[in-house]
């Protein structure tokens, strides 16, 4: 019986974060967390419209994803850089939008169910965003990944030299 109390605390405990968390956009991170791109400097990370949110619960940020946004689907950060560039560049002669499709390619949680949580706020922030129509991601090729992804709802698009692509429907 007093196990059994213990345990529903702490499942309440674990609901209680998540209702109260909420998505911010970052102006930095602590690049040497992230265990996908810890190569990746805040600079690449915040120029050219490419974006870092943050599920913040209290005082902490639990989970972070970065993103750049494109027009194509890059295989290699290369591309990704090129691309979320030429985007960035062409939406400053026009609406000032970015590319139509969100890249997400990094994400890390500090905290259990941050993962799942900050891919669902994203999803509902680009589904209620007026240009972006996709939202993929540029993820290592690491089984790691690849089961995170399809368990929390999305497709297998392409197995590239050096990364996987993956889509999760608008």
């Not at 589904?127 to 991601?137: E, F, G, Y």
Request: charged share 30%; net charge positive.
């Amino acid at each position: 019986m007093n196990l059994n109390k213990k345990f529903r605390q702490k499942f309440e405990n674990f609901f209680d974060w998540i209702k109260g968390a909420e998505l911010i956009e970052l102006k930095t991170c602590n690049i040497n967390e992230d265990p996908v791109r810890p190569e990746l400097n805040i600079n690449f990370r915040t120029s050219y419209g490419r974006k870092i949110y943050g599920v913040k619960y209290k005082k902490e940020i639990c989970a972070i994803m970065c993103f750049g946004f494109t027009n194509q689907i890059p295989k290699t950060v290369k591309e990704l850089d090129l691309m979320t560039k030429d985007a960035y560049l062409q939406s400053a002669t026009r609406d000032q939008k970015g590319g139509k499709i969100a890249i997400a390619y990094t994400i890390w949680s500090k905290k259990k169910g941050g993962g799942k949580l900050i891919v669902k706020e994203v999803f509902k922030k680009i589904k209620k965003s007026n240009h972006l129509n996709r939202l993929v991601t540029l993820s290592p090729l690491t089984d790691m990944a690849r089961d995170f992804h399809l368990r929390n709802g999305a497709i297998e698009l392409q197995v590239n030299k050096e990364t996987q692509n993956f889509e999760y429907k608008i």
